[in-house]
C-alpha cells in the first residue's frame, strides 16, 4: 500500500486519513439507506383516528399496503387521488393511509376521501412522529410499503406511482380485476 500512495503522492499518513475518510463516508451513506428502510416485520402500531386513539393491527393472511404521505405534498395529492379513483379496483386487502400533519382530519382532501372513508379495507390516520420513524423510517414522502400475508415487507414504491405499479406487487385474488383491465400491460 505504501509504493501506491507514494505513486499517487500521498504520504502515509495521509493515507491512512483517506482510508478514514472513505470508512466514515461509507457508514454514513449505510446509515441513510438504513433510516430509510422500514423493520422487515410489520407489527401493530397506535395512530389517531377521527374518534379517537387507535391501533392499526395487521391481519394475517392478507397483504397489507400502507402508504405515508404529507399534506403539503402535492405528488402526495396526487397519488392519493388516484387511488380514491381507482378504489373499487384494488384488491381485498389492507390498506392504511397515514401522515403526521395533524390538519388530515379538517383539510378538503380527508373530506373529498367518501369512497375510501366508507371501505372498510382503508384506515386514515395521524401518527405520532416517533411512531412514524420507528415502524417506518424516514424516507421520502409519499412512500407505499408492502407486506405480505405474514407481515414481513415485501417492497416500497417512493414517490407519485401509478397504480398499476401497485398491483403489480400484490397478488389479486380476484379475477373480476383482471377483466377490468388493472394490473394488465
Known amino acids: 500500500m505504501k509504493s501506491i500512495c507514494c505513486k499517487a503522492g500521498y504520504s502515509p499518513p495521509g ?31 397506535s395512530y389517531h383516528s377521527v374518534s379517537g386513539q387507535k391501533t392499526f393491527v395487521p391481519e394475517r393472511g392478507k397483504f397489507k399496503i400502507v402508504i405515508l404521505f404529507s399534506m403539503n405534498c402535492p405528488y402526495c395529492m396526487q397519488y392519493l387521488a388516484r387511488l380514491n379513483r381507482m378504489r373499487e379496483r384494488l384488491p381485498d386487502q389492507q390498506y392504511g393511509l397515514f401522515t403526521t400533519d395533524k390538519t388530515l382530519f379538517t383539510s378538503a382532501l380527508y373530506k373529498s376521501w367518501v369512497s375510501l372513508r366508507q371501505d372498510s379495507r382503508f384506515t386514515a390516520g395521524i401518527l405520532d412522529i416517533s411512531t412514524a420513524y420507528t415502524c417506518f423510517g424516514d424516507p421520502p414522502l409519499p412512500v407505499t410499503f408492502i407486506y405480505d400475508g405474514e407481515n414481513k415487507y415485501v417492497h416500497s414504491l417512493r414517490g407519485d406511482r401509478n397504480i398499476r405499479e401497485l398491483l403489480k406487487w400484490i397478488p389479486a385474488g380476484n379475477k373480476k380485476h383482471k377483466r377490468k383491465g388493472v394490473g394488465n400491460e
Open 15 to 45: 493515507a491512512v486519513w483517506l482510508v478514514l475518510i472513505l470508512a466514515a463516508s461509507l457508514l454514513f451513506i449505510f446509515q441513510v439507506v438504513k433510516n430509510e428502510m422500514p423493520p422487515g416485520e410489520l407489527s401493530s402500531f
